[in-house]
């Protein structure tokens, strides 16, 4: 990932252009991308990995891959491995990897200097009796009882804490700050909690852990990071981030920077949510091609390349905003046009019958893989008496404009030849079965004789003894009905769910060469879109292919009918 990694300006790399210039942090930019590990990354952070990995490069710097994994109860190494892949799966490779739980010794070293310089104590108030003692927007604070405890019984209360002497809840340690600042995270906030909970990485060895706040800027402090940038609901946290460095006289200080968080239209970016439709299967884990992970997305088809473009489009603010999906879904269109090799499926396929072309004729067409590409090459598609061709292609009374098949009229089709349709064939029910047609020998690639009207309609068809069939074809909609999803009803987003996100195709017909199709190939179906193989589902017996997206934007049209 290094052609495209020039971009466009924004106000962070304004900043460290100012700080380069004033040869602040020795000339060094060092960034993190900070994952909790409780849950899979999804494109909201993709948009922090790109800007954090993506100002490392351009600067000449360094970033690194930090869990901060300081809440155990919701925490799991299956959430750390993922996140490992997805950034490189992204296209970017962190230069060091930390864990904040490796910190644990040194950061209960500083809550014992915070002790000792008289800013910290412990309190024995509850979690409701902190609620109630912290005053509102517009009324100050009270005091705890404890805060003016000495020195001496903090740092005993403190390792008693440490050591198991209090249950769950049963202490907090606080640092001392002020109980009437106007901004209420300054109120003593909390900086150590009870809690015995088995943590991934270092057991039961603690039962005592960092808040995030006191945590993170620590963290970030440890591993010299000049510029620390994390999303806006953070900016009120900042005078807290930067008071734990200045009390702590820390070596370095770096700087926090908030910018707006990435929001989707149509689905959802919070990991709790997220975790609430896997757990209660609404969808098929967090791999499901309908979700908004990063797996999620790669399982569909959309390429790493897009979701980057994604993230570059749409800049870097502080304005909070929503992105519609349509504009993900045009940079997945734009990046896979260029390089996906183009064939033809049948997805709800109707039988033709050529009556004049030979029973035991068959035809290898040359094709080309790609319209505007000749380096893609050629491929042979058999052409025969016995095709098939969408339903959707054929109108026994059609509307006006219909330039596909209907009785009497003429069609092209795609590479091959002019057919026109003398007779439709039908079941008891009255569901049409077959179409006999004929052909125009003199029509074929795209020839039209003297004496014949240009034919409107191209269709696309696959030949009906050679075509294959051992596959399935999943076609995906938006996994939600409503652009914001919950905002309707605050207490049940899960309401506005698209019941209709998953169609399953069983009964295709695909051209012949798509049989020894890779996992994880991508391809454009003409007429249909892109699609792509399954490397969940797909086995040596059975091919899954995944519709990625459409060729158009068909959505806005249907929602907005
Ligand atoms: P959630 O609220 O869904 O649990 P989170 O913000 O708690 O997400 P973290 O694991 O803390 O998830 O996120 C890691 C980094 O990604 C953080 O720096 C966070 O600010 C950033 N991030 C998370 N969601 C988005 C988003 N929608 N857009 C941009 N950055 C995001
Ligand atoms: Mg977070």
């Not at 790399?13 to 380069?20: A, G, T």
């Not at 098929?284 to 091609?289: E, K, L, M, S």
Request: with cysteine; charged share 30%.
């Amino acid at each position: 990932m290094t052609e495209e990694t020039k971009t466009s300006s924004n106000f962070v790399k304004n900043i460290i252009i100012k700080d380069l210039a004033e040869h602040k942090n020795n000339g060094q930019v060092i960034t993190r991308f900070p994952p909790e590990p409780n849950g899979y990354l999804h494109i909201g952070h993709a948009k922090s990995v790109c800007l954090n990995f993506g100002l490392a490069e351009e600067f000449d710097g360094r970033c690194y891959l930090r869990f901060d994994d300081t809440n155990p109860t919701k925490e799991d190494v299956e959430y750390v491995d993922s996140i490992k892949e997805d950034i490189n799966w992204l296209g970017f490779q962190w230069d060091n990897l930390y864990f904040a739980s490796d910190y644990y010794d040194k950061l209960y070293e500083f809550a014992v200097e915070l002790i000792k310089k008289g800013l910290a104590y412990v309190c024995p108030l509850t979690a409701e009796q902190m609620r109630e003692y912290r005053g509102t927007l517009t009324e100050p604070g009270i005091n705890s009882p404890a805060r003016d405890s000495s020195v001496e019984e903090n740092l005993r209360f403190f390792e008693a804490m440490k050591n198991g002497d209090f249950a769950d809840g049963e202490r907090v340690l606080r640092a001392k700050i002020d109980m009437a600042a106007p901004n209420l995270n300054l109120r003593d906030p909390v900086i150590y909690r009870i809690r015995r909970a088995t943590h991934h990485r270092t057991g039961d060895r603690w039962i005592i852990y960092p808040m995030y706040d006191f945590a993170h800027g620590l963290s970030d402090m440890l591993e010299n990071i000049t510029h620390s940038i994390c999303t806006l609901e953070f900016e009120a946290h900042r005078p807290l981030y930067d008071w734990y460095l200045d009390v702590l006289n820390t070596p370095c200080h770096p700087q926090q920077i908030e910018f707006a968080r990435l929001n989707l239209t149509y689905t959802i970016l919070s990991k709790r949510k997220l975790l609430e439709l896997v757990q209660d299967k609404h969808v098929d884990g967090w791999d499901d091609p309908r979700m908004p992970t990063i797996r999620g997305m790669r399982r569909r088809g959309y390429p790493a390349a897009a979701i980057r473009d994604l993230c570059e489009r749409v800049g870097v603010t502080k304005k909070d905003s929503c992105i519609d999906f349509a504009s993900l879904e045009a940079c997945v269109r734009e990046n896979l046009d260029a390089s996906a090799a183009r064939r033809m499926a049948v997805l709800d396929p109707i039988k033709v019958v050529i009556t004049n072309y030979p029973e035991d004729k068959t035809e290898e067409l040359e094709c080309a893989n790609h319209p505007k590409n000749p380096e893609m090459g050629m491929r042979k598609v058999p052409f025969a008496r016995k095709i098939f061709i969408e339903r959707a292609d054929f109108m026994e009374e059609p509307a006006p404009k219909y330039h596909r098949l209907a009785p009497g009229k003429n069609v092209r089709l795609r590479y091959a030849y002019v057919i026109t349709c003398d007779e439709v064939i039908k079941d008891a029910s009255g569901e049409i079965t077959e179409l006999r047609c004929h052909y125009h020998e003199d029509t074929k690639h795209g020839k039209t004789p003297e004496g014949m009207s240009k034919v409107k309609g191209i269709i696309h068809w696959v030949a009906s003894a050679t075509a294959f069939t051992n596959c399935e074809v999943r076609l995906y909609d938006r996994l939600f009905a409503v652009e914001f999803p919950g905002s309707d009803r605050m207490c049940d987003f899960k309401l506005d769910m698209n019941p209709d996100s998953l169609e399953i195709k069983t009964n295709v017909k695909l051209e012949p060469i798509l049989a020894g199709a890779p996992i994880e190939s991508y391809y454009q179906f003409e007429r249909l879109g892109y699609f792509f193989v399954d490397h969940e589902l797909s086995t040596k017996e059975k091919l899954i292919f995944n519709r990625t997206v459409s060729l158009r934007d068909t959505w806005r049209k249907i929602s907005k009918a």
